[in-house]
């Protein structure tokens, strides 16, 4: 069944993020060059230092540190959600240029169930309802003719919010703090 996982991985982080840090904020008071700089940060300082920053709310420094996820298994629903966050880049999956043909995925889209409709035992009928919108989506494909990103760009509209896609997104640390805070609200939607 094509129901998807949600899999999400870190692929790419700033190196030595604590001496980053370190030396971005020492720079603002400092007459120093930034080699002399990050030469004379002792590695052993670096972590009370960051520590000492946050503790007087100067986080500017940190926003020099980012951090890139791939995300796999993710409604649209929850990309929309996503990209509010404007401090941050988005290469998300596009239904304009990748078909959901049935062709491709053995008879079905990816889709996601919100853990509501499982608990309510509709998980079938749920099912049911996204193999429906398949015959809808492959039925537009067959009609608009075989244009490639026109025919696709077009039959999307009757897919659900509840397809799966993939995204790769980079946030700076600050952002991800905030991101954090704000999304792990237990009345932010997943």
């Given at each position: 069944m094509p129901q998807a996982k949600l899999k999400v991985v870190l692929i790419a982080h700033t190196p030595?993020?604590?001496?980053?840090?370190?030396?971005?904020?020492?720079?603002?008071?400092?007459?120093a060059n930034i080699d002399d700089l990050r030469e004379k940060i002792a590695a052993s300082d670096q972590k009370k230092f960051v520590?000492?920053?946050?503790?007087?709310?100067?986080?500017?420094?940190?926003?020099?540190?980012?951090?890139?996820?791939?995300?796999?298994g993710i409604s649209r629903v929850c990309t929309h959600q996503l990209v509010r966050h404007r401090i941050a880049s988005y290469s998300q999956q596009s239904q304009r240029y990748v078909s959901e043909h049935s062709q491709k995925h053995g008879g079905l889209f990816d889709?996601?169930?919100?853990?509501?409709?499982?608990?309510?035992?509709?998980?079938?009928?749920?099912?049911?309802?996204?193999?429906?919108?398949?015959?809808?989506?492959?039925?537009?494909?067959?009609?608009?003719?075989d244009k490639g990103?026109?025919?696709?760009?077009?039959?999307?509209?009757?897919?659900?919010?509840?397809?799966?896609?993939?995204?790769?997104?980079?946030?700076n640390a600050r952002e991800l703090l905030h991101f954090i805070r704000v999304r792990t609200c237990l009345r932010a939607q997943w």
């Open positions: 030595q993020p604590e001496k980053v840090v370190a030396t971005a904020a020492k720079l603002c008071y400092s007459p520590e000492k920053l946050a503790s007087l709310g100067h986080l500017s420094p940190i926003e020099h540190i980012s951090f890139t996820f791939a995300v796999e889709f996601i169930i919100p853990p509501s409709i499982e608990a309510a035992d509709k998980k079938e009928w749920f099912i049911d309802k996204m193999r429906q919108i398949q015959k809808w989506y492959d039925e537009l494909v067959e009609t608009l003719g990103e026109e025919t696709f760009q077009d039959a999307r509209f009757i897919l659900p919010n509840a397809a799966e896609t993939k995204i790769i997104l980079t946030m």
